[in-house]
């Protein structure tokens, strides 16, 4: 069994900033690629960076240059830093992980955190 558990969610004004965390847990091989997705109201889940094992990351054009993914190999964490805030950001943000178990390669998700940004 392999958990992804998520924090950092919350509310701010347009221009904030916001640092979420997701920690998997249970038991891992190893960690292939971690990202980030998100789901606005009425609005299909998109993509809004990954970062792969060997760090190399992608990031939606709507957030280059305000939003910071890293992680922690050590800690099975992937972090996301979230700066100058707009109310377009706002969505429920979706930790996703690929994750090598005994049985082989499996696809996690988080629980969802709500970030909501007021204008």
């Known amino acids: 069994q392999v958990q992804l558990v998520e924090s950092g969610g919350g509310l701010v004004q347009a221009g904030g900033s916001l640092r979420l965390s997701c920690a998997a847990s249970?038991?891992?091989?190893?960690?292939?690629?971690m990202g980030w997705y998100r789901q606005a109201p009425g609005k299909q889940r998109e993509l809004v960076v990954v970062?792969?094992?060997?760090?190399?990351?992608d990031y939606a054009d709507s957030v280059k240059g305000r939003f910071t993914i890293s992680r922690d190999n050590a800690k099975n964490t992937v972090y996301l830093q979230m700066n100058s805030l707009k109310p377009e950001d706002t969505a429920v943000y979706y930790c996703n992980t690929e994750v090598r178990v005994r049985s082989g390669l499996v696809i996690r998700w988080g629980q969802g955190t709500q970030v909501t940004v007021s204008s």
């Open positions: 970062i792969t094992s060997g760090g190399r990351t």
């Open positions: 249970g038991s891992i091989f190893s960690i292939n690629a």
